[in-house]
């Protein structure tokens, strides 16, 4: 069973492929980080949002990255993994 650093280092090679030209700078939001059920959710915004906090820099609708602590495979989550998102 891989760490949750080393899956935090996955998360982030996972979001840099996933950014696109045209998304805001991006990055882990370590305090909000989980494991449920064998998997690391690791959740993402804005640096600007992480950095002040500001409502109005959140990013909307991005679900977190999941990565498998087993096998180190990581995802985006989807609709189908709300019940690892929190309760």
Known sequence: MM???E???IAEEQLAREAGPYDPPM???SSSIEEREGMLI???NSIEYLETG???KMLLDCFPTIVD???GEARMGT???LS???D
Do not use: K, Q, Y
Request: no cysteine.
């Open 3 to 5: 760490t949750h650093a």
């Open 7 to 9: 899956a935090v280092h």
């Open 27 to 29: 990055a882990i939001d």
């Open 42 to 44: 690791v959740p993402f």
């Open 54 to 56: 500001d409502p109005m």
């Open 69 to 71: 602590l087993s096998t």
């Open 79 to 81: 609709l189908a993994d």
């Open 84 to 86: 690892l998102f929190g």
